[in-house]
């Protein structure tokens, strides 16, 4: 865990895949999505709040792939949670949704004059 962390630190600003806790202080709910959605990457997102309008806000602004509300930001359930990324965290579709499968197709455009 590293505490008080700018937000434009670097470790604040890439992706790490590791046991890595930046810890960004913030003075309230609106700074907190404000410094969320102030990166490059948005694989996962989570918000812990008994607020209801907080949470329905986190839904539509949290720009983040998946967002977990009140629960662990880890362990997407196979079978149950698609899962991908948002910006340059993946490709924008869910492993396990419908728009997975066109990642394994290839689009072909043929023309052929008749006659």
Do not use: W
Not at 56 to 76: H, I, M, Q
């Amino acid at each position: 865990m590293i505490a008080d962390v700018r937000p434009e630190a670097r470790i604040a600003q890439e992706e790490i895949f590791g046991p890595v806790l930046a810890v960004i202080p913030v003075q309230s709910f609106e700074e907190a999505l404000a410094v969320a959605n102030a990166t490059d990457y948005g694989l996962t997102g989570a918000v812990y709040t008994k607020n209801a309008q907080k949470i329905e806000r986190a839904k539509r602004e949290f720009f983040v792939g998946n967002l977990y509300v009140n629960r662990k930001c880890t362990g997407a359930i196979v079978g149950a949670h698609p899962f991908g990324g948002f910006n340059m965290s993946g490709t924008d579709s869910k492993a396990g949704g419908r728009d997975y499968l066109l990642l394994f197709l290839q689009a072909k455009s043929i023309a052929e004059k008749v006659g």
